[in-house]
């Protein structure tokens, strides 16, 4: 399957400190890429979905100050945890859509990298 | 809206026992649909994927999947786990605008 990667894998960080967070798509260019926040012992929770060259579009509920999400290439997206609060702490989850029908084997299907676990104390 | 349901949260399983998850989607059209199994403290590996065609998929790690249009499931299958097939599986429906509908998640334990 395809190969997404996230950086970093885990990051612990201060109460007020903002943490940025890498995702990057290793075997085909993705215009379209997906934050998740999981919890434990629950779904994935869609946070927004980025599209390289325009901004991200977030789901209701989530604050777009607070988590920044910037796609500057086809094979990158990150997102950035503004003044980072305890509450903030969770698995975040980046995902690459392999596009459409022209998508070839990655066609229609979202790739999952293995996400970050953020800590803020 | 379209929603989809796991309806086992927990199953249990003997090594080399059969496995059948279940899951239920609720969408107006013919929908795209995938599975998914998560490691703890891992991403989401895609197992298999259905958008047309044959209505049983053959995915990786000896899994399959028959999506039935008349019972609007997707149950995946796999005649003989393995100890490393324990893990969270969840079932996705994808939408027009490429997005995925996630179902709960089903928690397998394999057992010695």
């Known amino acids: 399957g395809a190969v997404v990667s996230q950086h970093p894998s885990r990051v612990i960080c201060k109460s007020g400190t903002s943490v940025k967070i890498e995702c990057r798509s290793l075997?085909?260019?993705?215009?379209?890429m997906f934050w998740y926040r999981q919890f434990p012992k629950q779904s994935l929770m869609l946070m927004a979905t980025?599209?390289?060259?325009?901004?991200?579009?977030?789901e209701q509920g989530v604050e777009k100050d607070k988590f920044l999400i910037n796609h500057a290439s086809l094979t990158l997206s990150t997102l950035t945890v503004t003044s980072a609060h305890p509450e903030d702490s969770s698995f975040y989850i980046c995902?690459?859509?392999?596009?459409?029908?022209?998508?070839?084997?990655?066609?229609?299907?979202?790739?999952f990298g293995p996400g970050t676990r953020l800590l803020v104390l | 809206a379209q929603s989809v349901t796991q309806p086992d949260i927990h199953i249990t399983v003997s090594e080399g026992a059969s496995l059948e998850l279940r899951c239920n989607y609720s969408y107006g059209a013919t929908p795209y649909l995938f599975w998914y199994v998560q490691s703890p403290g891992q991403g989401l590996q895609l197992l298999l994927k259905y958008f047309s065609g044959d209505t049983l998929v053959q995915g990786i790690k000896g899994f399959e999947a028959e999506f039935k249009r008349s019972q609007s499931s997707f149950n995946l299958r796999k005649p003989s786990v393995h100890w490393s097939d324990a893990a969270e599986y969840f079932c996705?429906?994808?939408?027009?605008?490429?997005?995925?509908?996630f179902g709960a998640g089903t928690t397998v334990t394999v057992r010695a």
């Open positions: 995902s690459a859509w392999g596009g459409g029908p022209a998508g070839g084997a990655y066609q229609e299907t979202q790739y």
């Open positions: 996705a429906v994808g939408v027009n605008d490429y997005k995925l509908s």
């Open positions: 980025s599209n390289e060259g325009s901004k991200a579009t977030y």
């Open positions: 075997d085909f260019q993705a215009t379209t």
